[in-house]
């Protein structure tokens, strides 16, 4: 499964983003898909995942109520809606889909688009 991410930028703090992940893969809507982002000198942490089927969403304590995790399986493509960014959100930001419909961990990773949150 090969994944493009994209929409990443400069952006004040407050202020919103929309990533997107698309994938060539004709059978997209069987895999859960989610994000991940690396911050410089941390190591890379989960944010955001989205089931395939069933639509089960999960978040990360530190964005929730913020991000939105978001697929339309007729494009191929998930998004990533980041509200009320925070410097703190300042990360290159992964897509990934999992084995299957059921989130249970990246198997696939797509290549970082950078997030950078100005104070």
């Known amino acids: 499964v090969q994944l493009q991410a994209s929409g990443g930028g400069l952006v004040q703090a407050g202020g919103s983003l929309r990533l997107s992940c698309t994938t060539s893969?004709?059978?997209?809507?069987?895999?859960?898909m989610g994000w991940f982002r690396q911050a410089p000198g941390k190591e890379r942490e989960f944010v955001a995942a989205?089931?395939?089927?069933?639509?089960?969403?999960y978040y990360a304590d530190s964005v929730k109520g913020r991000f939105t995790i978001s697929r339309d399986n007729a494009k191929n493509t998930m998004y990533l809606q980041m509200n009320s960014l925070k410097p703190d959100d300042t990360a290159v930001y992964y897509c990934?889909?999992?084995?299957?419909?059921?989130?249970?961990?990246?198997?696939?990773w797509g290549q970082g688009t950078l997030v950078t949150v100005s104070s």
């Open positions: 990934a889909a999992a084995s299957s419909s059921n989130w249970s961990g990246p198997r696939y």
């Open positions: 893969e004709r059978t997209f809507s069987r895999y859960a």
């Open positions: 989205l089931s395939g089927i069933a639509g089960i969403t």
